[in-house]
Structure formats: structure tokens, C-alpha cells
């Protein structure tokens, strides 16, 4: 089942069920053209995964890492799907992320690998939007990572048991393929991710994990249109302006 949180016409927000028919709630159904699509969550925060595939560690010029290599992006940066996000300005490079988002359904602290799934209540589509002239210059990547709208997520919350272990990820910019991969080429796992990050910090009800991006991330520029589509899942649409 996948799951879309909304708002109707009368500016209410729910949860319904995403079908080809349209979102269904409450005896109703709605088309998509009449609601707001809203993120599958409202996340206190954004805990990502760096290098968390080897290709992409290589065109990055990186080692691959020994532990998951973890960093965080803001409440600001989340973005719906539909959405039009406005890229820093006079940037030479902002890129593209296609990535698998794990939304958290209860508090977790200090959570077993063996154990972690059951603190999952869903996975969905996650852009991590990179700002690399300023994440290549500063330690700590929050000019790079967490500038307003820079994680476009969504559009539903799909059952982890619809999403096959080896899914495929493709992102498309207008139409040409820039991204295409497999989930089970994680370098560390979703339950592994859990359990490390939990044993720092403790994830909320709607927290999110992005578990990191493939090969062929690439630059953005004003008025792209981006589709990420994740097997399971479905697909993510945003669009780019540069202010």
C-alpha cells in the first residue's frame, strides 16, 4: 500500500491511499490535480548517508568509508513533490541526489540491526540537492546540504515489503537518464544504518533517512525538471529555478 499525506480542498491535511484512480479518504476520492501533495512526513530532521555506493565514492574521488559517514539536513530543506525549488544563487555547481528515504515511525535509541525495520514506518523518494561550491569548501556542508527547499521528497510512503530488495533508482533531468542503480548496492544497509545512528542520536516519529546516491550525479540548471523513480515506490517530480 502506499500512503500520501494531503491537503483537501477545505485545507485539511490527511493521510489517504495513493491509486491509479487518485488519493481515497474517507469514502472519497480525490484527483491529484485538486489537492496539495504534501511530504510523506514532517521531519524534525534529515540524517543522510554519505558514499554509501562505491561508484559514487569514485567520481567523488573518496575512499569508501569503514562506517556509514552521516551528516544532516534541516527541516528547511524538505520540499513536495511538484514542487518548483530555487537554487543559492551564483553557484557554478548544484547537483542532483537520487536517493532512498527511510521514514521513521516511532522513537528509536540505541536500536539493534537485527531489530531496525521494526522502527520503519515507510520508505519514500528523496533528492538530496547539493550545493557543491560551498559543501567543497566548508566541514560541516550546511551551506551545501541545508539551504531552503534543497531535499524534495515524496510522493507517498510506500510498505518496505513492496520495495524489493534490489530495486532500481533512475533520476531523469528533462528527460535524459542521469542516474540508474540498484538499492541492494548499499555499502551499509538500512537496518546497519539504523543501529549506527541510533546509537548517537535519537530518531523521531517522521525523521528521515536519504541512504545516499549512485553514480551520475550532475549539475542542475534553471528550469530543469527532475524525476527520480524508485521501484515500489514511484516517482518523485520536481522543478529547478535559479534565483
Sequence with gaps: MQRVRFRDP??????GAWTDDGIEFGGE??????????????????VCVGLNYA?????????????????????????????????????ERVDHEAELGVVIGEQARNVDAADAMEYVAGYTIVDDVSNRDDQDREQNWVRGKSFDGAAPMGPVLADPGDVPADAN?????????????????????????????????????????????????????????VKVEIEGIGVLEHDVRVA
Design 10 to 15: 477545505a485545507g485539511a491535511v490527511r493521510t
Design 169 to 225: 533508482i533512475e533520476l531523469r533531468v528533462n528527460g535524459e537518464v542521469r542516474q540508474r542503480s540498484s538499492i541492494d548496492q548499499f555499502i551499509f544497509s538500512v537496518p546497519e544504518l539504523i543501529a549506527e545512528i541510533t546509537t548517537y542520536m535519537t530518531l523521531e516519529p517522521g525523521d528521515v533517512i536519504s541512504t545516499g546516491t549512485p553514480s551520475g550525479v550532475g549539475r542542475l540548471a534553471d528550469g530543469d525538471h
Design 55 to 91: 561508484d559514487h565514492a569514485d567520481e567523488r574521488n573518496k575512499d569508501v568509508p569503514d562506517r556509514p559517514l552521516l551528516f544532516l539536513k534541516t527541516p528547511n530543506t524538505v520540499a513536495t513533490h511538484g514542487a518548483t525549488i530555487t537554487l543559492p544563487a551564483g553557484k
Design 29 to 46: 476520492t480525490y484527483d491529484r490535480a485538486d489537492v496539495d501533495v504534501l511530504a510523506p512526513s514532517d521531519p524534525s530532521k534529515i
